[in-house]
């Protein structure tokens, strides 16, 4: 357990209690929707689902202070996100659960407030549940594998965990997006666009939420089928984070991270279909965003009944 | 096929049927005609119940629970803090579950149940031994909902010949066959009771008693923590009739807390039960022998006497602010506060299952513990036996609603009873003085069935002795009602 014990840039006895909020910048596609983060919008067919698991570890997700002597509060969150779907024709409707294993952090005062380190793992809290997301998404038009698609989506957080393990903010917050995707045969992309409602303003307090935020993110890479098969890989970066509305894209209030994943999918309807997720990437270390991270995912699904052109 | 009997007996075969507890309550087997996700899907052909990929289920529940004064020549005397208040009382629990199940590879599955429970106890979850009141009750709940992950675990099924047997679609088993000799591996979060000490009459307690009494044996001290679940691994060997099940779990750092312990190979607890399947007359029961042994961060009662007739200034008013105990402010009683250290508990046990009717069955449960230290993980009781019937509908053309009828009678080691008589507390029971009794429990039930998919229940208890305590009687009676869905 790393939990030291600093003191930068104040004095303990004038400095006030930061307050946990919820710290990650990981917000995962819905399960079904191929990217980590971005949604390729293939939502079609009768009714069909998917379930997903996905295991992420992340080096550094908060440092407050300026220079080298930046405060880690939390240096490691390790977590695992389970979620499943249903979707039918173009509506998609998703539950997630984060599942915080690992969070750890360094104690200090930085900018009048003491910042008190989260220590959670198995042997002291054998079963939180961070934020459940409840979500919805929509393929307004485009055809499902065609070039260009658009769509909206809305996600509410149910407030669970504890504020001062930064798993939570503690107060519900909402996701409103809007959603754009396409693929030719040999390449997809996709991007979004959005808000996040966030009540949990702490504008004082060194690397703390500031209220609402803008969304944004774009991923794109070529399909590559594996031989004849039915498998296909995908490779390629996505790029995505979020910025306070009211600090517009200022270097402390905005997160920024790029992500290198590659995924092995297969690709045929009517059927149960495996998609196994990699990737790595960094980040600029503001506002949420972890210096590096690494994650996994393992998903089922299976588009149902699907009619085929003729 | 879904029918009930093929259930039970799949069931009585298998052991593994979708079946978890809370304080780690198990979901139980849906029917073929519920009125649940996955029955509407397979009906719009959708879905192959008998070979899933993945399946998803959920349930809620509120039972409250009326206690009725009683009167009581003493409570919480000398400063002992653990009496069931004399006063009227209402206890309740809701909860709110699901259930995923995932198949990965050949064999292989993942299931995830996150659940959520808001719950008031009586007195604090405090005078009982071994009949609280309410199955669903935790010792780390608040009347505000707080959810939190009960299961996350992998299991893993070797086929190792013999029959085919269909293993059903419910809620933590993915509908899938697999063969009647085989080797199954959980290995995971989840509670001790997913796989041992099942009872396919008394069944899914959501569905049945409303008292904890009827969940497990009370003296099965199995390793948990507040919530009532754990991590570890179980293995079981399903061979036709026969199944043996082995397991090691993490037991609490200290009794009845929620952190636990991973040292697996320090502190532990191990259970070992054997199970033979039957038919009489065509109908199926069972007859399981279960055995216990942990080895755990403890108190023992004797050493807490010793300690504190070596030097009076041990006693539980005096245990060390910073220090685990159970915030007795009692001067003149022993405290285990003083005495922790490894221990070892054991018990031993047989549960009986017996359908004599295609929806009727009888069920016993009997167990005793050695009864030296003290409540690790679940009921303050060192031996417990139970008796009852539980009925469906059937035969009154109802065959969704669910009637039931129980006696648990648990009582106390000889030097559990003398600690407690000097006044001595352990997280549950201690009322300052104890003149030693067996602590009773009459229960019944009517469960009523609506579309397929909820249930509304009214239940009475009798409890006498409570805390195994003769000098305050009782009886107390304890009226409920329920409410439950599943979908």
New interface residues.
């Given amino acids: 357990m790393a939990v030291a014990t600093v003191v930068l840039h104040g004095t303990r006895a004038a400095a006030q209690q930061a307050q946990g909020f919820n710290v990650e910048r990981f917000y995962p596609s819905a399960p079904g929707a191929g990217w980590f983060v971005m949604d390729d919008l293939d939502i079609h067919g009768?009714?069909g689902?998917a379930?997903q698991?996905t295991a992420a570890y992340d080096r550094d997700p908060l440092l407050v202070g300026s220079g080298a002597s930046r405060l880690a509060v939390v240096s490691d969150r390790a977590f695992?996100n389970?979620g499943?779907s249903m979707w039918y024709k173009r509506w998609r409707f998703y539950?997630n659960?984060d599942?915080p294993a690992v969070v750890y952090g360094s104690s200090g005062v930085v900018g009048g407030y003491t910042f008190t380190a989260p220590n959670v793992d198995?042997?002291?809290?054998?079963?939180?549940?961070g934020d459940?997301r409840l979500g919805t998404d929509m393929r307004v038009f485009g055809d499902p594998h065609g070039p260009f698609r658009f769509g909206i989506g809305a996600q509410v957080f149910?407030p669970?965990g504890r504020s001062q393990d930064y798993d939570t903010d503690g107060t519900f917050h909402a996701m409103f997006r809007a959603l754009f995707a396409g693929n030719t045969d040999h390449f997809t992309y996709a991007a979004h666009i959005g808000t996040h409602l966030r009540w949990f303003d702490e504008s004082q307090t060194p690397g703390s939420p500031k209220g609402s935020e803008l969304l944004y993110g774009i991923a794109a890479g070529p399909i590559m089928p594996i031989g004849t098969s039915s498998w296909a890989l995908v490779v390629g970066p996505e790029i995505y984070g979020a910025t306070a509305l009211r600090a517009f894209f200022s270097p402390t209030s905005t997160a920024l991270e790029g992500l290198l994943s590659a995924r092995l999918e297969g690709t045929r309807d009517d059927t149960?279909q495996i998609r196994i997720k990699l990737g790595a990437g960094v980040g600029n270390g503001q506002f949420g965003a972890p210096e590096w991270r690494v994650l996994t995912s393992?998903e089922?699904f299976?588009h149902?009944?699907v009619e085929h052109a003729p | 096929m879904r029918s009930k009997l093929g259930l039970a007996l799949v069931c009585a075969l298998l052991a593994l049927c979708g079946r978890a507890w809370a304080q780690s309550a198990p979901p139980g087997v849906h029917e073929d005609e519920a009125f649940d996700v996955m029955n509407l899907l397979s009906k719009a052909g959708l879905r192959d119940l008998g070979s899933e990929r993945w399946n998803a289920y959920g349930q809620f529940t509120y039972i409250t629970i009326f206690k009725a004064p009683f009167s009581a020549p003493y409570t919480n005397a000398n400063g002992s803090n653990n009496s069931l208040s004399p006063e009227f009382e209402r206890s309740y629990a809701g909860t709110f579950s699901l259930f995923f199940g995932v198949r990965l590879w050949h064999g292989a599955e993942l299931y995830f149940a996150p659940e959520a429970i808001a719950e008031r106890p009586l007195s604090n979850l405090k005078g009982l031994g071994g009949t609280t009141e309410i199955f669903e009750l935790q010792k780390t709940g608040s009347e505000t909902p707080v959810p939190y992950r009960a299961r996350l675990f992998y299991r893993q099924y070797f086929d190792l010949g013999g029959k085919k047997v269909l293993l059903d679609s419910n809620p933590l088993q993915v509908g899938r066959t697999v063969t009647s000799h085989r080797l199954v591996l959980t290995l995971g979060n989840y509670s001790v009771i997913d796989v041992f000490d099942k009872n396919n009459v008394t069944w899914d307690p959501r569905q049945t008693f409303f008292n904890e009494a009827f969940m497990s044996h009370s003296a099965y001290d199995f390793p948990a923590e507040a919530r009532g679940f754990t991590f570890g691994g179980a293995a079981e060997l399903d061979w036709d009739d026969w199944a043996i099940r082995i397991g090691r779990f993490a037991p609490p750092q200290h009794p009845n807390e929620q952190s636990l312990d991973f040292r697996f190979w320090e502190y532990y607890g191990d259970s070992l039960e054997l199970e033979h399947d039957h038919k009489i007359k065509g109908l199926p029961g069972a007859v399981r022998l279960l055995g216990y042994r942990n080895q755990v961060y403890s108190g023992a009662f004797a050493d807490a006497i010793a300690a504190f007739e070596a030097d009076p200034a041990k006693n539980a008013g005096a245990c060390p602010a910073n220090g685990y105990n159970y915030g007795s402010g009692n001067f003149t009683a022993p405290d285990l506060c003083w005495v922790r250290k490894q221990n070892v508990k054991v018990g031993i046990g047989i549960n009986l299952e017996q359908f004599v009717a295609k929806d009727v069955g009888l069920f016993m449960r009997a167990m005793v513990a050695d009864g030296q230290t003290e409540v690790e993980a679940y009921d303050s009781a060192d031996g417990d036996f139970s008796v009852g019937a539980v009925a469906k509908g059937a035969l009154w053309h109802r065959p969704f609603d669910v009637t039931g009828v129980g006696l648990q009678l648990s009582w106390i080691s000889s030097i559990h009873a003398q600690y407690l008589a000097m006044g001595g507390v352990d997280d549950f029971i201690g009322d300052g003085h104890l003149k030693q009794a067996v602590e009773g429990l009459v229960e019944a039930f009517y469960s009523v069935n609506l579309f397929k998919a909820i249930w509304l229940a009214a239940d009475f208890q009798m409890i006498w002795n409570p805390g195994y305590n003769a000098d305050r009687p009782g009886p107390i009676f304890l009226p409920g009602v329920k409410v439950h869905a599943e979908f």
């Fill in positions: 009768d009714v689902g379930m698991v695992a389970f499943g539950l659960f599942l198995p042997t002291t809290l054998p079963d939180p549940v459940v149910y669970s149960i393992i089922i299976n149902n009944h």
